[in-house]
């Protein structure tokens, strides 16, 4: 206070100034700190969003089949080939593909699911997917149940959830069972046979044609000739 001077109009208008000054300097880095503070709080929430939905994702890979088989399967590309050419009946050969085929797309997206959790999981979703990971590069098949339970619980407990209920039974799960596109090519088929189809349509509607023309010529060249021979 003993720097205000209000006994001359000087003074007072200096004094005026200078709270003016002060005023302005402390509302500027005060909006500049809540500034800096909102864009750190903005971008963390970027990241813990960005973060659960990929673990969630990942949740759904691996824990998104209760029932058949719960393990992945490591069989590769060349073990399918293999097994094709060591195969002696032709149909059985090709159900086996067509199993085999699913269980490498199941495969395909464990291993996807299992390298965002290492990128993104916590300490023990880390060690459990790097040992899953390990077992399937040594062409051990594995479960998935004890990385999805852990993974469920830190998803919960993230979105400040109610922890599972006591009396809650959970079967064991396993990766998702994935569609093939066998139903693509039905009806890829379909359409060809739908397009054969047409053209033979065409093809006797082509065929009419010509014969009612060659039978409408015959028939007046004859009229033409009984008419000369009269």
């Not at 813990?48 to 998104?64: C, D, Q, S, V």
Request: glycine share 18%; aromatic share 4%; proline share 3%.
């Amino acid at each position: 206070m003993r720097y205000m001077d209000f006994s001359s109009w000087q003074g007072a208008m200096t004094t005026l100034i200078g709270l003016a000054v002060f005023t302005l300097l402390g509302v500027g880095i005060r909006m500049l700190m809540m500034q800096t503070i909102q864009q750190r709080r903005e971008r963390m929430n970027r990241q813990i969003n960005e973060r659960l939905k990929t673990l969630i994702a990942a949740y759904r890979t691996l824990g998104g089949s209760f029932t058949g088989r719960l393990t992945v399967d490591p069989t590769h590309l060349r073990d399918v080939r293999e097994r094709a050419q060591e195969a002696t009946d032709d149909m059985a050969a090709g159900d086996g593909m067509a199993s085999t085929d699913r269980s490498r797309r199941i495969r395909d997206a464990v291993e996807g699911a299992l390298a965002d959790i290492l990128l993104l999981g916590t300490e023990e979703h880390c060690r459990l997917a790097g040992q899953a990971a390990a077992d399937l590069a040594a062409g051990r098949p594995i479960h998935t149940a004890e990385l999805v339970v852990s993974l469920r619980g830190f998803i919960r407990a993230a979105l400040d959830l109610d922890p599972m209920p006591a009396e809650v039974v959970i079967p064991a799960q396993g990766p998702t069972r994935t569609q093939g596109g066998g139903a693509g090519r039905g009806r890829g088929e379909g359409a060809a046979g739908g397009n054969k189809g047409g053209g033979g349509n065409a093809g006797g509607n082509a065929d009419g044609g010509s014969t009612g023309m060659g039978m409408g010529m015959g028939m007046g060249l004859g009229r033409r000739d009984g008419d000369h021979a009269g």
